[in-house]
């Protein structure tokens, strides 16, 4: 008898070390920046050790919650997208769970939402000299980046008039344009970036242009040979 009460000790034993364990916490990856109302794609992971499939939930830092996905393999991913309503910088988590057990919440993936335009353009820089002659046409270049990666337009301030945007072109590409100044002065050129959303971005730093009658543009030009 005593026997018996041992081997059945001794198999709830080894029955309670097989306990299935839960899966470990997802990794979360997605993007960092967004405006309200994208729909933004967020990934989670997770490993089960018995190679059980796993389910995903997100808590998407914003006071809401996704249901449990179906189950999926265990170490693929599951990718789900979240439209944010709100501006704010909010961490994004997950858990897993497979044949009933859950994990602890993933570390937060944070995301910056607001409503991005383009970075200021580069001050524009004319590639001849800082002082021409009344009349000439001059020529600057400027370029602007965007943080999230979209396609922008130019305008340029000639410090005599407003110019016309220029068509759209991918961030951080130069673009040139051209302006004739008709009289003397000194003048600041200045440009701004606007993307296809017509989000209008800061003017850059001003480049100033000197433009001088011929007469003394001439004797300039004459006194430095």
Known sequence: MRLFVLALALVFTLGGSCENVPPSRPIVA???LGRPGDSLQFAARSVDAEEDSISYMFDW???SQSSWS???GSGIEYALPHVFADSGFLGVRARAR???QESDWSDSFFVRIRDFGPLPPT???NNGPDTVPAGDTVWFVTK???PLGE???FQFDWGDTLGEWSGFEDPDEWVSQSHPYGSAGVFA???RAKDTLEHVGAWSKPETLWVVDSFFAAAERARFR
């Open 144 to 146: 602007a980046g965007h």
């Open 61 to 63: 830092g914003d006071g």
């Open 123 to 125: 001050r524009p820089e």
């Open 98 to 100: 497979s044949a009933g």
């Open 70 to 72: 179906e189950p999926r």
């Open 189 to 191: 050129v200045r440009a």
């Open 30 to 32: 997605g993007p960092t």
């Open 151 to 153: 396609r922008v337009a």
